[in-house]
């Protein structure tokens, strides 16, 4: 199946500094998600991003699927943004499965 | 907002016990899904469903199973806990009509088996 490998698996920021995650897949992808996990455990959406780049507000990515992976950019980072990044992927073909890579545990410190 | 809900945040059970997961959804969605969360490892897929009493293998299934029984609920059941399914279990939800769905997740249930 699909590999998902993300970097780096730990990360340690000063509030106020930026930061950029990635994440390389191994085969082409019908559909990408960055997903942040707060430290209670609860995951949301934060982009669903196939190709391209999106922006909200301190947070962007950027997918170039023909080089497979994917770049999640964090400025000017609060305590707030502490927690595991996780990238996933599907393949398509309707299956409408999730592959997450293992995460980037970041840590914002005042 | 999407609500997806699991019955328990934490839960303690012996080894051999028959344990159950509840998650219900209120969006109507017609995907459901199953992870178990591990250190290091990510989240894995453990059971998916597409709709009522359907259900699939994910990567992880063995001594697991599911039952989809209506649209908004969807049970995880180790028949027989061991203490290596000692994890956190995350509920998933989605819509099935078009590939840029996401998908929702619930709080997660910590299940420490002894």
């Known amino acids: 199946g699909i590999q998902v490998e993300q970097s780096p698996p730990d990360l340690i920021l000063q509030e106020g500094a930026n930061s950029t995650l990635r994440c390389n897949f191994s085969?082409?992808?019908?559909?990408l998600q960055w997903f942040h996990q707060n430290p209670w455990g609860q995951l949301i959406n934060l982009f669903y991003?196939?190709?391209g780049t999106k922006q909200n507000g301190r947070l962007s990515a950027t997918t170039v699927a023909t080089e497979r992976y994917s770049l999640l950019y964090i400025s000017s980072s609060q305590t707030t943004d502490s927690g595991v990044y996780f990238c996933?992927?599907?393949?398509?073909?309707?299956?409408?499965?999730?592959?997450f890579g293992k995460g980037t545990k970041l840590s914002v410190i005042p | 907002d999407v609500k997806v809900t699991q019955s328990s945040r934490y839960l303690v059970k012996r080894t051999g016990e028959k344990v159950f997961l509840e998650c219900v959804q209120d969006?109507?969605?017609?995907?459901m899904f199953w992870y178990r969360q591990d250190p290091g490892l990510g989240l894995r897929l453990i059971y998916f469903?597409?709709?009522?009493?359907?259900?699939e293998k994910g990567d992880i299934p063995e001594g697991y199973s599911v039952s989809r029984e209506k649209k908004e609920r969807f049970s995880l059941i180790l028949e027989s806990a061991s203490t290596n399914q000692t994890s956190m279990y995350l509920c998933?939800?989605?819509?099935?009509?078009?590939?840029?769905?996401?998908?929702?997740f619930g709080p997660g249930t910590r299940l420490l088996v002894l």
């Open positions: 969006m109507d969605h017609e995907n």
């Open positions: 991003i196939p190709s």
């Open positions: 469903s597409y709709d009522v009493k359907m259900k």
């Open positions: 085969d082409s992808v019908n559909n």
């Open positions: 998933a939800s989605s819509f099935s009509d078009s590939s840029y769905e996401t998908q929702y």
């Open positions: 996933a992927v599907d393949v398509g073909a309707g299956s409408y499965q999730l592959t």
